[in-house]
């Protein structure tokens, strides 16, 4: 019997408390993500959320997914990321567009937390243009020589399989499953980053990495109609987690506001703050309206047999394009709104704010972070705009670009 979503959000808020709540400061000060919690979320199975039972999955909606995200990020952002980039542009994608045999050797490794997945688009010379891939894949007798480099890679530097996207000859952009004990697999260098800190954000470099000819995921040349799908996904999961960024800030600062006095009064009392935890609660309300309205235009997607295709897919009607604005909408909103109640939750606290022992300090650093996650925010004003803008009407856009919100751009 399948619980209720209130039930898996109570499951998941316990599961943050006992596991991630007492080692997020730490994790955030040594800039990694503690073992100890990666190996609780697989025995758990909340590496397997997007994943079918019958591959040791939890097969959860996409409700439930988001729910499980934002109250992860209510405790420790760094490991809500990496979880969202391990089920949602990999689990998921795999589940919908890999072959019979690619989904029976990855997904039970993937579910169970054998192999981390991590997924490789954006470049050092193509953030948010996906059309402008430099890395290629060449044909060979028995496969494909993939070479060059990927940028931005949530969780690059643990995982065990990362979905690559390459230029092939002729047919466009390609998607590739790597396995990361290949030879000609590296690891160039690791970001430090300015709030998400224990996330381990990379750059990778494929030196004539040989792929077997069944490493092709999905149709030769889809490689963009499968990312573009994928990183719906992604965008809906950073945007339940700038949601628990948000509600963490905010409860901290309710916390210290009725608490704290000055001038003989709880400062909760003074007008100004309790205007700012009015505009908090609308603002975070309105977040979570639009990540709830993104859930379920995946529900009515999948219903239709959509999947992951993109908008723009032959024979894929209005559905699809719903999850794009839905997804570009919930992601915008709920982001935006995080850094401002963070950063107001700051002001309410003042000086002590800023103090890196205070925890609304780590929840501002933390949700700048989802305005750049899978693509800013003026990358997605301009996705809103053309799915929102009547047909026909002047739209600007680079000729052969494809403005696809990739990695941190």
């Not at 409700?63 to 405790?75: I, Q």
């Not at 998400?196 to 040349?221: H, K, Q, W, Y």
């Not at 709880?266 to 309105?286: D, S």
């Not at 003042?350 to 305005?371: K, Q």
Request: aromatic letters at 6%; charged letters at 25%; glycine letters at 12%.
């Amino acid at each position: 019997m399948r619980l209720a979503s209130s039930e898996i959000r109570d499951l998941a808020g316990d599961f943050a408390q006992r596991f991630l709540k007492p080692q997020a400061s730490e994790s955030d000060s040594r800039r990694t993500v503690a073992p100890e919690a990666m190996d609780e979320l697989a025995a758990s199975g909340f590496l397997g959320m997007l994943v079918s039972e019958d591959a040791f999955g939890l097969d959860l909606d996409m409700t439930d997914y988001l729910l499980v995200l934002e109250e992860f990020a209510r405790e420790d952002a760094s490991i809500a990321v990496a979880v969202g980039a391990h089920n949602g542009p990999v689990c998921g994608l795999l589940r919908r567009s890999a072959s019979p045999e690619q989904r029976e050797r990855w997904l039970p490794r993937l579910a169970t937390g054998e192999v981390l997945g991590a997924f490789a688009l954006a470049e050092p010379e193509a953030g948010s243009d996906a059309a402008s891939l430099r890395c290629t894949a060449v044909p060979t007798d028995d496969g494909w020589a993939l070479t060059g480099r990927k940028r931005w890679v949530t969780n690059g530097a643990r995982a065990g399989l990362v979905v690559v996207f390459a230029r092939t000859p002729a047919e466009g952009v390609s998607a590739f499953l790597v396995d990361t004990r290949s030879e000609g697999f590296s690891v160039a260098r690791r970001e430090v980053t300015l709030g998400l800190r224990a996330l381990e954000v990379v750059e990778l470099e494929f030196s004539e990495l040989r792929l077997r000819s069944e490493a092709l995921l999905g149709e030769l040349g889809r490689g963009i109609s499968l990312a573009l799908g994928a990183i719906d996904i992604g965008r809906s999961g950073i945007a339940a987690i700038a949601l628990g960024i948000g509600r963490a800030a905010a409860e901290h600062a309710r916390g210290y506001a009725v608490e704290r006095e000055q001038f003989g009064r709880r400062i909760a009392e003074f007008g100004a703050t309790q205007a700012k935890f009015a505009e908090m609660a609308t603002r975070l309300r309105a977040a979570e309206l639009l990540v709830r309205d993104a859930a379920q235009a995946f529900g009515r997607a999948e219903s239709t047999g959509v999947g992951v295709a993109p908008a723009g897919t032959p024979g894929v009607g209005g559905a699809r394009s719903e999850v794009t604005l839905k997804a570009a909408m919930a992601k915008l909103a709920a982001s935006e709104t995080a850094t401002w109640v963070a950063d107001a939750a700051v002001q309410i606290y003042g000086g002590y704010g800023y103090m890196r022992h205070y925890p609304v300090e780590r929840r501002l650093r933390d949700a700048r972070g989802t305005e750049l996650l899978g693509g800013s925010s003026e990358i997605l004003r301009h996705v809103i705009a053309r799915e929102t803008v009547p047909a026909g009407a002047p739209q600007r856009r680079a000729a052969g670009s494809t403005l696809t919100p990739t990695g941190w751009g």
